[in-house]
């Protein structure tokens, strides 16, 4: 029998990274996919639908918390995101390993439900460092970052929680540890499956 794949979901404030070490971690191995998830925000600019997000309205959004689509879903920086539930089960059955980029509120809600998830915490070095992050990007409005920071501190606080935290501050070296942890995984034994 091909031995179930892993769930790994990497989460931690936003501008700690997370979204540039998963871009990593997928195109350096194949066997892990992507799970998209369903957001009320706005697509930046060279986001694609059904790639990045499946970008819906909130009527849309609402709908779909109502029959149940969704395996969490949480108001993140006063945007709708959630997780699909179709899919994550069946890749996992068929060795697929699957990564998340979720903030802690939905972090929290999956390790309720995907019994042998790994749970990684991507630590920014700071909170100015984020605060020059998010500005940097230039993808969000002053208001925006701001709110961002805001939410960052609480979630900082969560971090205890997680499997592992990898700080990024030097990205080579923030990559090296989660790749560490993703073949860490790989190589454990499961003794139920
Ligand atoms: P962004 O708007 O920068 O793409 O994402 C904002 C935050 O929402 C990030 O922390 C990201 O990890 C989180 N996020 C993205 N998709 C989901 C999801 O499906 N569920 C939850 N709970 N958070 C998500």
Not at 21 to 40: A, C, D, G, H, R
Request: hydrophobic share 35%; net charge positive; aromatic share 10%.
């Amino acid at each position: 029998m091909k031995d179930k794949g892993i769930a790994l979901v990497i989460s931690g404030p936003s501008g700690a990274g997370k979204g540039t070490l998963v871009k990593m971690l997928t195109q350096e191995f194949p066997n892990i996919t992507f799970s998209v998830s369903y957001t009320t925000r706005r697509p930046r600019r060279g986001e694609k639908q059904g790639i990045d997000y499946f970008f819906v309205d909130k009527e849309r959004f609402k709908e779909l918390v109502e029959r149940d689509f969704f395996a969490e879903w949480a108001q993140v920086h006063g945007n709708f995101y959630g997780t699909p539930k179709i899919e994550i089960e069946q890749r996992l059955d068929k060795g697929l390993d699957v990564i998340f980029d979720i903030d802690v509120q939905g972090a929290r809600k999956l390790k309720q439900n995907l019994k042998d998830g790994v749970f990684v915490f991507i630590m920014p070095p700071g909170i100015e460092e984020l605060r020059d992050r998010l500005e940097k990007r230039g993808t969000d409005s002053k208001e925006v970052v701001e709110k961002r920071l805001k939410n960052a501190k609480k979630e900082i606080d969560a971090a205890r929680e997680f499997d592992f935290i990898v700080v990024n501050d030097i990205l080579s070296e923030a990559y090296e540890r989660l790749r560490c942890i993703y073949i860490a995984q790989k190589s454990r034994v499961y003794p139920d499956r």
